[in-house]
T-cell receptor, first 112, second 114 residues
Framework: DGGITQSPKYLFRKEGQNVTLSCEQN?????MYWYRQDPGQGLRLIYY???????QKGDIAEGYSVSREKKESFPLTVTSAQKNPTAFYLC???????????FGPGTRLTVT | AQSVTQLDSQVPVFEEAPVELRCNYS??????LFWYVQYPNQGLQLLLK??????LVKGINGFEAEFNKSQTSFHLRKPSVHISDTAEYFC????????????FGQGTELSVKP
C-alpha cells in the first residue's frame, strides 16, 4: 500500500523542548512538504524539499528545521524558538512541485 | 504572484440539495487546478484535478468542477449532497510553466444539515 505516514498522531511536549515529527513516503516522490494548520487559517507552508539534501523555507519557517537525507523521509523539528508550536502539522509529497500533493494523516502537537 | 480566493468561508446546505463552492485564482499564465477535501482531524484528500483537456472535470464522491479560463474560476459542484460530505474543502493552483508550488485557498467549510 503506497502512501504517506506520519507519527505519532498526537504528541505532547513541555514548553522549551525540541520535538521531531516523522514523515515517511513510499510513493517514490521527489518533492516533500510540511504545512502547519491552525483553526480558520488554512494551510501555511513551513518547508519544502524538491530533492534529497536540499530544502527551501516556506512562508513560516522561523522556529522550525528540517532534513532530507533520504528520498522517503522528511522529518520536521519544532524548536523551542517557535513561539506558538501547538498546531496540526501535515506532511505531503508530490512527483514535482506543480503537481498534486498527497497528504499524510497529520500530527497534532500540543505544547504546554 | 499567484493567489487563490475561496469566496465563501462557510456554506450551510440541506441534505440532497445542490451545492457550489466557489474558487477564483489570479494568474497570468497557464495553471493546474485542484480541489481537496479534509475531514476533521485528517489529512487532505484529492477530490479532482484539472491539468489540460476538457474543462469539466469529474472527481470522487460525485463532485465535479468546471475550469473557466476567462473568469479565472474553478468552482466545485455536487448535484445532491449527503451528510457525509460535511468537511472542509480547499482549492489549489500551480503555475504550469514556472514549476511553481501549489498555492492553497483558505478553505470552505461545508456543513450539510438533515
Amino acid at each position: 500500500d503506497g502512501g504517506i505516514t506520519q507519527s505519532p498522531k498526537y504528541l505532547f511536549r513541555k514548553e522549551g523542548q525540541n520535538v521531531t515529527l516523522s514523515c515517511e513516503q513510499n510513493l517514490n516522490h521527489d518533492a516533500m512538504y510540511w504545512y502547519r494548520q491552525d483553526p480558520g487559517q488554512g494551510l501555511r507552508l513551513i518547508y519544502y524539499s524538491q530533492i534529497v539534501n536540499d530544502f527551501q523555507k516556506g512562508d513560516i519557517a522561523e522556529g522550525y528545521s528540517v532534513s532530507r537525507e533520504k528520498k522517503e523521509s522528511f522529518p520536521l523539528t519544532v524548536t523551542s524558538a517557535q513561539k506558538n508550536p501547538t498546531a496540526f502539522y501535515l506532511c505531503a509529497s508530490s512527483i514535482g512541485t506543480k503537481y498534486e500533493q498527497y497528504f499524510g494523516p497529520g500530527t497534532r502537537l500540543t505544547v504546554t | 504572484a499567484q493567489s487563490v480566493t475561496q469566496l465563501d468561508s462557510q456554506v450551510p446546505v440541506f441534505e440532497e440539495a445542490p451545492v457550489e463552492l466557489r474558487c477564483n485564482y489570479s494568474s497570468s499564465v497557464s495553471v493546474y487546478l485542484f480541489w481537496y477535501v479534509q475531514y476533521p482531524n485528517q489529512g487532505l484528500q484529492l477530490l479532482l484535478k484539472y491539468l489540460s483537456g476538457s474543462t469539466l472535470v469529474k472527481g470522487i464522491n460525485g463532485f465535479e468542477a468546471e475550469f473557466n479560463k476567462s473568469q479565472t474560476s474553478f468552482h466545485l459542484r455536487k448535484p445532491s449532497v449527503h451528510i457525509s460530505d460535511t468537511a472542509e474543502y480547499f482549492c489549489a493552483v500551480s503555475d504550469v510553466n514556472q514549476g511553481g508550488k501549489l498555492i492553497f485557498g483558505q478553505g470552505t467549510e461545508l456543513s450539510v444539515k438533515p
